[in-house]
């Protein structure tokens, strides 16, 4: 019998991790004109919510929301100069965004939000989330709490976490007159979940049939609100389709996690990424990378090595703990891949403060990998662990996105910053 | 009217009676072998309609070609099977035929057709010694491979050893017979006393002395010369034997199983004399006549239902299959009868590593030929636990036609495969993943209390259910569900997808596998794999279902052998499906 | 390398001309699979016997080893089968124990070196799309297809190592070699509904009538297979061998026709490299061919 050698892949880039800053390395590789390979598995981009933060709050322990991200970005940099965005000017972070939106309205998912300014959208709780750039879905909500004209909000029998009653009572207090209604899923499918439910929204058939139930609510109103579940694959057709159908504006309110919101993004990628010349090892991790003398040779696999990848240069985007890109053991946290030093508490006892919600957010959410200013990760003493090596997004320490609502900025601009880099240097 | 005659005409009559009894069950064949929406009765006749002379001319050259060479030379063995098979059954049939016609209907084939036909004479005597050793020789070759070749032993059944010893019988009684003859001073003295008018001491003597050396006959001391026999002695006795005995005996040489045997006789058995040969008759004909009246109730019916089969097999067996005609339950019931239980399907069944893994004989064709034949006899009175496993067998059958192919009958397996899955569904049996379906949360804790999984079926304990570290990283973020593909199914009824991948994950966590085996979408699921490669945590949710279903097979089949099936299968609904 | 040609059970009665058209354009291609008598993959019965389906997808392979080949199939239920019997094998001591002792009095054995392949790759990877963009003396332009990619070769990925899981391309880099324009559709990776077929028939025809309708909508003029199962489950010839069902005037059971054309890729690219005629619904009305 014949033992087949393994698939061989020789690329410029290898970009390890299929989150946002992965799949934003990726995007921006290839504009750039590298060769791209990449590898990850679907992790944390089936929870995203679709929106694309820059920076809303610093600092976190006061909870200070800004409108202006930049104004809070100086902020930051001057309160945390150890945070990622210390090391990034303004004029990156637009082209990061502009040059990531761009590229997601070329795979069909339309990008809005105003310049230098952060937009509103409403959460699934009726609560108001700023953020900077607003998928097409929910960017009708941003005008809504401007200018607050009466709306319906929509939901469905089934579908958990997700109450139309509430998000009407508590967003009344800043846009009152929000009406609301629970209906039976049209065509009365069983499955309570929003896959399900945004597949079938990209039929004709079932929005007609949606349009037809809801069409004795909506008297007097001027902007209806849905679960984000109108559609998947095609959202721009549905959500043109249902807005027309209706007669008024339509806006997505973000479900709970896995929401369609992350697959949207995860299913354009996954397709458009080997149409653009990507090697796509999805679902597959890098089980381990060796130095070479002009760049790294990755094997990639999942319990055992099923393809080989020589690159001159990596990115490093496995984000933290729910990516792996970070370990916790119990005697402190570990970089696998590389064995990077991780910049973290000095024990264990001092991951977390006492009070589990205390505003200011826990050290351990803070820790990651250190970085000269070109995002090479160093060593302990200092020294670039690799010249070709980068690590970029969330697994980069001195940052805690989900209180500071910068993870998308972060992964699109160290993205960036590190691609423009490596492509320059070429 | 001699005790032989009642014999023989009584064995007539069975024979003859049984064999219109089972050729009219081919006429009126049971509804088990119906086309449906067609009577089976009407199978005859939409045959026969079916028929008309351009077809049948133009059939003719191949139906003669079939009959000579697939049937009379049997060549088909030799062209789907090895020549060991063609030299055994050639053999015996080739053997057997020359005895019965020959042999057996001498009054009625070889005295009226040959003239001067004398059993004793040459070329019958030789050909009566050679048409014996080919049968024995077929026997030998057929009971070694019965005995030697794994894949037949495996199915060889008593019938099978029984039909061999039947026929073995007949012809060790009959050389037995021919040897103790020619070894019989008793046949000798008859003989001289008949053909011999004028009797002198001397001339007898010489004859006896003749006889005696040449061939092989012991004569009591008393009746032979007293004198060392000398040359002159044997010559007078040589020419007596030429004048008297030759005209009605070849000489004894060419009896060649017989005469070495008598010799052999006379040496062992001598003493018991007239009696042995009178035993040996009677042992003989008694075994002919058994397996006359025995043919239309066991295997040895092929020999009439075999041709049949084949003459009536169209060129396309699996189009036969696909789109049955009117005359398909006359085939099926044909089919049925053709098969001598030989195993060579058997023995190239695609699926039987699941036979040696799960040890249903009906998952070989060759035995589940055998409940089918007992189904169409009894329209379906099997007992609860034979139509299960009649059921297992034909559903784990991957109709890949290969037994059809190789069948040295030419039945169409194909055929009789597809309706068995019919008939096994129609009669409360279908695949028994739909049965399990079924199945409340009550059955199986029922099962779960009262009969113990079988390691058979899983080879090893279950080795993902088991294991805490299976659901370890679970987070019940519902991923899985939202990707399975019956979950984005449209309009489709809440009870097919009462419970979902991630909460059933959750169910075998929490150690409550008997609530998880009643979920109607564990049936439900296709083993598409997607929410295993989905899953951001890496857990192996489709292998753990897949493991649930083998588990729930398991359970079912320890208590199908603890005899709790029937009572399960009564009433699966009474402690079964949840609102 | 040599291979054994592994049709599985489905080919002979269900789906002869798939075995038939896959052998002739691999022997077109250069490649020349012998022909060998295999027991099922045991793919069929996994969900009964884990056991059961292993030690025949053992037996299978153990019996290509004896003679020296490797395996080739054009079914992806076979080719999933017996790789996830080979992982199976490999991870569990206890399995190979029993499969080991139940091969012996056959004198077989386990050769976990075997190589298992399927048809696409084949002809993708190992003869190439090159050399059979070279083989297509027939292009067909602009025939809009619909590559129809089937469960069990894609997932479980770890095993079987067919293609991207998420985002495979194979079956479209060799549906372009043939001049196919391949359409993005939103359950190309979704299962065809076989597996429930006689099971739950109302679940299986639900899940093939939303794949015919997904690959309608992207456009596509054809669904192209490539395992035996998906193609008896979508195309025409699964009707032909439907069983009649008592009381039904000996009628086949009523089973929608294909609202599209559904081709195994051996008969398409076999039309493309001009080994036969293209199927009749699949051939372009008179002067549009040129458009295009």
């Not at chain 2, 062209?79 to 060991?84: I, K």
């Not at chain 2, 050396?213 to 009591?220: D, I, L, R, S």
Request: positive net charge.
């Amino acid at each position: 019998m014949t033992v087949q050698s393994l698939p061989r892949h020789d690329v410029d880039l290898m970009v390890i991790g299929t989150g946002l800053a992965g799949m934003a390395a990726a995007a921006m590789a290839v504009r750039r004109g590298l060769s791209v390979a990449l590898a990850g598995t679907s992790g944390e981009s089936v929870y995203a919510s679709g929106l694309l933060d820059l920076l809303a709050v610093h600092p976190v322990k006061d909870g200070r929301l800004w409108d202006d991200p930049f104004a809070a970005l100086a902020a930051l940099a001057a309160d945390e100069p150890g945070h990622p965005y210390a090391r990034l000017d303004r004029p990156g972070i637009e082209a990061a965004f502009a040059a990531f939106t761009a590229f997601l309205g070329e795979i069909g998912l339309d990008y809005h939000g105003h310049d230098g300014k952060n937009a509103m959208v409403l959460t699934p709780v009726g609560t108001i989330k700023h953020t900077y750039r607003v998928p097409a879905g929910m960017w009708a909500a941003d005008a809504g709490i401007r200018t607050t004209p009466p709306a319906l909000i929509v939901d469905f029998y089934g579908l958990k976490g997700f109450s139309s009653a509430q998000i009407a009572q508590t967003a009344g207090v800043f846009w009152p007159g929000l009406a609301h209604v629970r209906l039976p899923f049209p065509g009365g499918r069983p499955a309570p979940y929003p896959e399900p439910m945004a597949l079938a929204l990209e039929s004709h058939k079932t929005r007609q049939e949606l349009a037809k139930a809801l069409s004795p609510h909506l008297r007097g109103r001027e902007m209806v609100g849905f679960p984000a579940v109108l559609g998947i694959y095609r959202t721009r057709e549905t959500l043109a389709a249902l807005s027309e159908l209706l007669g008024t504006p339509v806006f997505e309110i973000p479900t709970i996690p896995p929401a369609v919101t992350g697959l949207r993004l995860k299913a354009a990628f996954e397709e458009a990424m080997p149409e653009r010349g990507v090697v796509t090892f999805f679902q597959k991790l890098v089980l381990g990378v060796r130095a070479e003398a002009d760049g790294f040779a990755c094997d990639v696999g999942w319990s055992s090595a099923e393809a080989q990848v020589r690159a001159r240069g990596v990115i490093l985007a496995t984000g933290r703990f729910f990516g792996k890109g970070l370990v916790p053991h119990r005697k402190g946290v570990i970089e696998p891949l590389f064995g990077l030093p991780v910049v973290q508490p000095a024990a264990r006892s001092q991951w977390h403060r006492d009070r589990m919600f205390d505003p200011a957010g826990h050290p351990i959410n803070r820790a990651g990998l250190m970085t000269d200013d070109r995002f090479r990760p160093l060593w302990a003493d200092g020294q670039p662990a690799f010249d070709g090596l980068y690590a970029v997004g969330s697994i980069l320490a001195g940052h805690d996105w989900t209180r500071q609502k910068c993870g998308a900025g972060l992964a699109l601009a160290t993205a960036y910053a590190a691609v423009e880099d490596f492509a320059g240097r070429r | 009217m001699s005790l032989f005659a009642v014999i023989l005409w009584i064995c007539l009559a069975v024979c003859l009676g049984g064999t219109v009894w089972r050729m009219a069950r081919w006429l009126l064949p049971d509804r088990s072998l119906a086309v449906p929406g067609l009577p089976p009765s009407g199978a005859l006749a939409a045959l026969l309609r079916s028929l008309s002379w351009p077809k049948a001319l133009s059939a003719a050259p191949r139906m003669a070609f079939t009959f000579l060479f697939d049937i009379l030379f049997q060549g088909h063995l030799l062209q789907r099977g090895s020549l060991w098979r063609w030299v055994m059954h050639f053999s015996l049939f080739a053997g057997f035929s020359g005895l019965f016609f020959f042999h057996a209907l001498e009054n009625f084939i070889s005295r009226p057709f040959f003239p001067g036909y004398e059993p004793t004479l040459d070329p019958w005597q030789f050909l009566r010694n050679l048409f014996g050793a080919m049968v024995a020789l077929g026997l030998g070759i057929a009971l070694c491979r019965r005995l030697f070749v794994r894949d037949l032993r495996r199915t060889s059944r008593f019938e099978d050893f029984f039909t061999l010893a039947l026929i073995g019988l007949i012809i060790a009684s009959g050389f037995g017979l021919e040897g103790a003859k020619m070894a019989s001073p008793a046949a000798f003295e008859r003989m001289a006393a008949d053909y011999y008018p004028t009797p002198d001491a001397a001339d007898l003597t010489a004859l006896r002395a003749y006889w005696a050396t040449e061939g092989g006959m012991v004569f009591p001391v008393e009746s032979l010369p007293r004198e060392a026999v000398t040359p002159e002695i044997l010559e007078k006795g040589r020419e007596i034997s030429e004048m008297s005995c030759a005209p009605c005996h070849s000489p004894p040489g060419s009896a060649f199983v017989s005469a070495p045997l008598s010799r052999v006789l006379s040496r062992v058995l001598a003493p018991a004399g007239a009696g042995l040969t009178d035993g040996l008759w009677w042992l003989h004909v008694l075994s002919c006549l058994f397996a006359l009246a025995w043919l239309p109730f066991g295997k040895l019916f092929h020999i009439l239902s075999t041709p049949v089969g084949i003459l009536l097999r169209g060129l396309d067996p699996g189009e036969a299959a696909a789109r049955p005609g009117m005359a398909a339950p006359l085939a099926r019931a044909v089919g049925l009868d053709a098969c001598t239980h030989c195993g060579i399907c058997s023995r190239h069944c695609s699926v039987l590593p699941s036979f040696l893994a799960l040890g249903t004989p009906e998952i070989l064709p060759s035995e589940k030929l055998l409940s089918m034949r007992r189904l169409a006899g009894k329209s379906g009175k099997l007992t609860p636990a034979a139509l299960a496993a009649f059921s297992e067998g034909g559903f784990v059958c991957t109709e890949c036609m290969r037994c059809t192919v190789v069948c040295p009958s030419r039945i169409n397996l194909q055929d009789l495969w597809l309706v068995s899955k019919r008939e096994a569904a129609r009669l409360g049996h279908p695949e028994l993943a739909v049965r399990l379906r079924s199945y409340g949360p009550g059955v199986w804790e029922t099962l779960a209390r009262r009969a113990r999984p079988v390691a058979r079926t899983l080879a090893a304990s279950p080795s993902l259910l088991d294991n805490p570290e299976t659901f370890a990283c679970c987070v019940q973020c519902s991923v899985c569900t939202g990707v399975c593909p019956i979950f984005r199914l449209p309009d489709i009824p809440a009870a097919e997808v009462d419970v979902s991948p991630h909460q059933l994950m959750n169910l075998v966590r929490m150690g409550l596998a008997d609530h998880a085996l009643s979920a109607n979408f564990l049936w439900n699921c296709t083993t598409c794999y997607k929410c295993q490669e989905h899953c951001p945590q890496g857990i192996r949710v489709a292998d753990v279902l897949y493991e649930l279903r083998n588990l729930a097979h398991s359970k079912v089949e320890a208590a199908a052998r603890a005899g709790l099936l029937d009572d399960m299968a009564a009433r699966p609904q009474a402690t079964g499906d949840a609102p | 390398m040599s291979y054994a040609w592994f049709p599985g059970c489905r080919i002979p009665f269900h789906l002869p001309g798939y075995g038939r058209q896959s052998l002739a354009v691999l022997s077109t291609l250069g490649v020349h699979p012998v022909e060998m008598e295999f027991n099922c993959c045991g793919y069929p019965v996994r969900h009964q016997s884990l056991f059961a389906s292993v030690l025949s997808a053992a037996r299978a392979m153990a019996v290509a080893a004896r003679a020296g080949h490797d395996i080739l199939t054009p079914c992806k239920c076979c080719f999933g089968h017996l790789r996830f019997a080979q992982a199976a094998l490999s991870e569990r001591p206890d399995l190979r124990t029993a499969v080991t002792d139940a091969l012996r009095p056959e004198g077989l054995r386990h050769d976990p070196d075997l190589t298992v392949t399927h048809l696409l790759p084949v002809l993708a990877r190992e003869v190439g799309l090159a050399a059979v963009t070279k083989a297509v003396i027939r292009p067909l332009p602009g025939v809009r297809a619909a590559a129809h990619y089937g469960c069990h070769a894609l997932r479980p990925s770890p095993v079987t190592r067919f293609d991207d899981p998420l985002s495979p391309t194979i079956f479209e880099d060799l549906l372009r070699t043939m001049g196919c324009v391949p359409v993005s559709w939103t359950l190309r990776l979704e299962c065809c509904g076989q597996p429930l077929a006689g099971k739950n028939d109302r679940l299986a025809m639900a899940l093939a009538r939303s794949k015919y309708a997904s690959a309608m909508e992207a456009g596509a003029q054809v669904l192209v297979t490539a395992c035996t199962y998906c193609q008896m489950q979508l195309g025409a010839q699964a009707l032909s061998c439907d069983l009649p069902m008592p009381g039904m005037g000996g009628a086949a059971r009523p089973r929608p026709q294909p609202p599209m054309p559904v081709t195994a890729v051996s008969g398409l690219l076999g039309a493309a490299m001009g080994l036969w005629p293209l199927e009749d619904r699949l051939v372009p009305p008179p002067g549009t061919a040129s458009v295009s």
